[in-house]
């Protein structure tokens, strides 16, 4: 899938895992304390897990995967070339399927790194 706006697609998500959360809470919240947990620092700094975690969702094609961890990636401080770097280790990984995500990933960092300045 071709996202044409991350902000507005990551709203219309948002929304969406919102009535989620009412039907399965416990669900939620231990979904949210598995996130805390994973990208806390510790022998990794947040900005390199995140780097994994968006270089996960290229090859899982997760297109939600790549627009909330681009803007994570964003928060850490990524850079366009950390990142390019990144997504090359995922198409390794992954093949031709993880290259047409990681232009996917590129499109994502690059438009919400425009929002964010």
């Not at 399965?24 to 996130?35: H, L, R, Y």
């Not at 947990?37 to 997760?62: D, H, N, Y």
Request: net charge negative; aromatic share 6%; hydrophobic share 45%.
């Amino acid at each position: 899938m071709a996202v044409e706006n991350w902000q507005e697609f990551l709203t219309q998500t948002d929304g969406r895992i919102a009535e989620l959360r009412p039907g399965i809470p416990g669900v939620m919240k231990g979904f949210g304390e598995i996130a805390k947990s994973a990208i806390g620092t510790g022998a990794l700094e947040p900005k390199q897990k995140e780097l994994i975690a968006i270089s996960i969702g290229v090859a899982a094609r997760c297109d939600a995967c790549l627009g909330y961890h681009a803007k994570a990636c964003i928060k850490y401080g990524v850079t366009r070339e950390e990142l390019m770097e990144a997504l090359g280790v995922a198409v390794y990984m992954g093949g031709g399927p993880s290259l047409m995500y990681a232009a996917e990933a590129l499109s994502a960092f690059d438009s919400l790194s425009s929002e964010a300045k």
